[in-house]
């Protein structure tokens, strides 16, 4: 048996949640891989929405099994307020979640030093959501961190404040902010009692034995490609990788047991945050496409910025992870609009290129665009793909074969069974 992953291939928010909990039921085991609370996963089922930021979107589907893998960064008192909502829409989840051990915790004063070095950039701030993400990353490749793991070790609090004392004294080198410690280190260690009582595994045994067993296994990435440490937009980036190789690491697994690669953009494209955006929109359009996608943070509630498709960053997406199968979401933003755009190429010192430069932050480079006739209508009632409007197939074709890969699925509204399969012929 292999992993099959499902990864966002732009900025983050392409809908990842509804679409692995729609897949879950094919899967024995949905595992998140990478990143931290700092994720935001929105799924709409009977008119309520719910949002997950660390458990595995797969928790509202009864028999499915949901790992959050050694690569994803805790913060306990944020896994507790997820634990407490989904007790309140009657999920099981006692039984069914489990966590790496060697998964790393996000201290109270993460947190804080996320807070003070943000704030000490001035206007050069990258955007970070402020829930310690990257300290803990680096103090993971620093080898100071603490890990879900050592929640079982007799000097687990000696450890603690070890690691609170060097944030301490970083913390002297930045400007003051406002960050009630002794009121966050209360609430953070009532939440670790919680956290010692759920299921505790080493993932990396975990996984591979499930997979020897059979078992078919959902790896479900948080944030996107393109906020990869290596490969997106740096500095303007998460502190993991986002990216299919963050599968290996994420949850102890080697490169041959991977599958297939299911990659979700948007029918148009969104960043939150600081950081280049090519085709980023700033008339009334970009506007539009916020109010019609209700485009607002998950996690932080900020506006996102929003602009047209742009295929030379998906098709730089897609090599890096060998995506199999596309999945276009959120295609009915666009139901009003008598005419689409894409960017299918940039221009760069007077000439067309479709790849991206080394450094986007610096290097210019001008959108070329192609336009595409609208529909104009809605697409609430279209149960197959079939019965999608001409211009709306027409569309999800240019996109498949200018990105040569088959969308398989593509999602007509926030609702569980808003989704339409493509059948490949």
Not at 161 to 189: N, Q, S
Not at 260 to 278: L, Q
Not at 395 to 403: K, P
């Amino acid at each position: 048996m292999t992993v099959d992953v499902l990864l966002g291939l732009q900025w983050g928010d392409e809908g990842k949640g509804k679409i692995v909990d729609y897949l879950a039921p094919r899967y024995d085991i949905i595992a998140r891989f990478q990143g931290g609370p700092n994720a935001g996963h929105t799924l709409v089922f009977e008119g309520k929405k719910h949002v997950l930021h660390t458990v595995p979107s797969g928790i509202f589907r009864e028999a499915q099994l949901n790992l959050i893998g050694n690569g994803v960064v805790i913060d306990p008192i944020t896994l507790g307020r997820e634990l407490d909502e989904l007790t309140e829409a009657g999920v099981e989840y006692h039984d069914r979640l489990l966590v790496a051990r060697k998964a790393h915790l996000i201290l109270p004063t993460h947190r804080y030093l996320d807070k003070a070095s943000e704030a000490a950039k001035g206007k050069a701030k990258i955007g970070s959501t402020l829930k310690g993400i990257g300290p803990t990353y680096m103090d993971k490749t620093g080898r100071n961190g603490l890990r879900v793991g050592d929640l079982e070790a007799a000097d687990f609090a000696d450890r603690y404040a070890v690691l609170k004392a060097k944030h301490l004294e970083l913390l002297k080198i930045y400007p003051e902010v406002e960050f009630d410690l002794a009121a966050e280190e209360e609430k953070w260690h009532l939440a670790i009692e919680r956290l010692r009582k759920l299921r505790l595994v080493d993932g990396e045994y975990y996984i591979n034995n499930a997979l020897k067993s059979g078992k078919r296994i959902l790896a479900e990435g948080a944030q996107g490609s393109m906020l990869d440490i290596d490969y997106g937009t740096y500095p303007f980036v998460t502190s993991s990788n986002t990216i299919t190789a963050g599968v290996c690491t994420g949850l102890g697994v080697s490169p041959q047991k991977i599958g297939e690669v299911i990659g979700i953009t948007k029918a148009y494209c969104t960043r939150v945050g600081s950081g280049p955006f090519p085709t980023e929109l700033f008339d009334d359009m970009g506007e539009f496409l916020r109010k019609e996608g209700a485009e607002f943070g998950a996690t932080t509630g900020r506006p996102r910025r929003c602009g047209w498709v742009d295929l030379p960053q998906l098709r730089y997406t897609i090599m890096l992870n060998g995506v199999t199968q596309l999945v276009v979401t959120k295609i009915d933003v666009l139901n009003k609009l008598p005419e689409i755009k894409a960017a299918t190429a940039y221009e760069m010192d007077g000439q067309e290129t479709d790849q991206l430069p080394f450094d986007l932050c610096d290097d210019t480079c001008k959108p070329v665009y192609e336009s595409f006739p609208g529909w104009e209508g809605d697409l609430e009632r279209v149960a197959t793909y079939g019965m999608l409007p001409e211009a709306a197939q027409g569309f999800i074709t240019e996109m498949e074969e200018r990105l040569k890969v088959p969308v398989t699925m593509v999602s007509t509204g926030p609702g569980r069974r808003q989704l339409l399969e493509k059948i490949q012929g």
